[in-house]
């Protein structure tokens, strides 16, 4: 069963004095990466709470629908990765990629073998290294085995290789794009290089209240070379829309 879109409808958000959005309408195609870049406070954040429903909106100010594509319940099927780690110390490497697993009593001898051999990819050989002995580097890497282990539909990704050196970042890139394809995935990201490599489409979210603007489509298989035509072709276009955005706030 393929993965399946997510319809925003006439979504208004404010905290306080300031409106994030105000009728934002968009649909983020099923089975794709879709990559949201803009200047920080622009909502970026926000958009993804939202669809996770992670907010009591009784503190907040907000209106408007968020639906799959299938009509089915959207919470119970989706896979979140924060921009902090939220690594719990008390658990070593190995348990913290498998405390969703715990949590629902589903860990298996299989499912402790697939999160072995995800830290060894992701370039961490020691399954039961303490926490405190990971860098910020290593203990997101864990972060993302603990997301991709939990294998949803969906996945939420707000920065998830930013504390990672370059060529780290481009290994766990190809990983990604390896073990989340047909799922859908919304990808925050800073970096136009990553958005480039990694997105199907890729929307800059700008303005006060904000709103997407006009896709970008690169062309070719994900993940692209960093020296594919296609990135140096729209690199200077998505900085171009970077820059505006950022006129904006």
């Known amino acids: 069963m393929s993965a399946p879109g997510i319809i925003l409808n006439n979504i208004s958000l404010a905290f306080a004095q300031q409106t994030l ?12 990466f879709t990559c949201l870049l803009g200047p920080s406070g622009v909502g970026k954040s926000s958009l993804l709470h939202l669809i996770a429903d992670l907010y009591t909106h009784k503190s907040i ?26 690594l719990l ?25 697939q999160a072995r051999e995800l830290l060894k990819r992701v370039g961490l050989k020691n399954p039961k290294q303490k926490i405190a002995e990971l860098s910020g580097g290593m203990r997101q890497r864990v972060a993302l085995v603990r997301t991709l282990l ?39 990201t800073h970096d136009p290089l990553e958005a480039l490599r990694l997105g199907h489409v890729i929307y800059v979210l700008a303005g006060m209240p904000a709103q997407l603007g006009a896709p970008i489509i690169p062309a070719g298989t994900i993940p692209r070379a960093i020296t594919a035509p296609t990135i140096l072709q729209l690199q200077g276009e998505l900085l171009a829309r970077l820059q505006l955005a950022q006129e904006l706030m």
Not at 167 to 185: C, F, G, M, S, Y
Request: charged residues 20%.
């Open 21 to 32: 959005f105000n009728n934002l309408s968009c649909e983020f195609t099923g089975g794709q």
């Open 61 to 86: 100010q907000y209106s408007g629908t968020i639906r799959a594509t299938d009509n089915q319940p959207i919470q119970t099927r989706i896979a979140y990765m924060a921009q902090t780690d939220s």
């Open 89 to 113: 110390p008390w658990l070593n490497t190995e348990q913290n990629c498998l405390l969703g697993s715990r949590l629902r009593g589903e860990i298996t001898s299989v499912k402790k073998i």
């Open 150 to 188: 939990e294998d949803k539909p969906i996945v939420l990704m707000d920065e998830p290789f930013a504390a990672l050196d370059v060529i780290t970042r481009l290994n766990l890139h190809d990983l990604a794009a390896e073990l989340l394809q047909h799922k859908t995935v919304i990808l925050v």
